[in-house]
């Protein structure tokens, strides 16, 4: 009993933190975006790294939608518990799916919250047509990777 409400207490406090660090670096990550135009994060947890290929070579511009279609891949952003790593695919200038290239799976923890939050991070970035998706409760820092990576790969699909 003292177990679990333990466990509650510390999720709350985690989710909590979650909350205002994503607020807090949304406020950041704009003013880091107009100063150096790169979007990555100012988190210390979230550090974004840059890797190849960026865009596929079928990418043509879609007069339909608000993205050119092909499929866009995402910085890799690393968090205390893995790697991150979206491609997005645009069809009709919309999200049509989101590929997970990486996630953190290297302990089994991290690999049973990466597959609890997949579908629902996919869900929400689909239903939004954007990178600001909802996060899943117990999995922030997923989460946070999971928005700045799409967004990077949305970026470059704009």
């Known amino acids: ?38 979007g990555a994060s100012s988190d210390n947890n979230a550090t974004a790294v840059s890797s190849s290929p960026t865009a596929s070579s079928s990418a043509t511009s879609s007069a339909s939608g608000g993205y050119k279609d092909g499929t866009f891949y995402g910085k890799t952003i690393s968090t205390v518990y ?14 049509v799916d ?4 990486e ?8 690999r049973q919250i990466s597959n609890e939050s997949e579908g629902p991070l996919k869900q929400s970035a689909i239903a939004k047509q954007s990178a600001h ?5 117990g999995a922030t820092q997923t989460s946070q990777a999971y928005e700045t990576s799409l967004q990077s ?4 699909a704009g």
């Open 153 to 156: 790969a949305l970026d470059q």
């Open 133 to 137: 998706i909802d996060f899943v409760s």
């Open 98 to 101: 989101v590929k997970f290239v």
């Open 103 to 110: 996630m953190p799976d290297d302990l089994g923890n991290s």
């Open 1 to 38: 009993m003292k177990k679990s409400l333990i466990i509650i207490l510390a999720v709350a406090i985690i989710g909590g933190l979650g909350v205002y660090t994503k607020s807090h670096n949304s406020s950041s990550a704009s003013a880091n975006d107009q100063s150096s135009g790169t």
């Open 82 to 95: 893995g790697d991150v790593r979206i491609a997005a695919v645009i069809s009709g200038g919309k999200i």
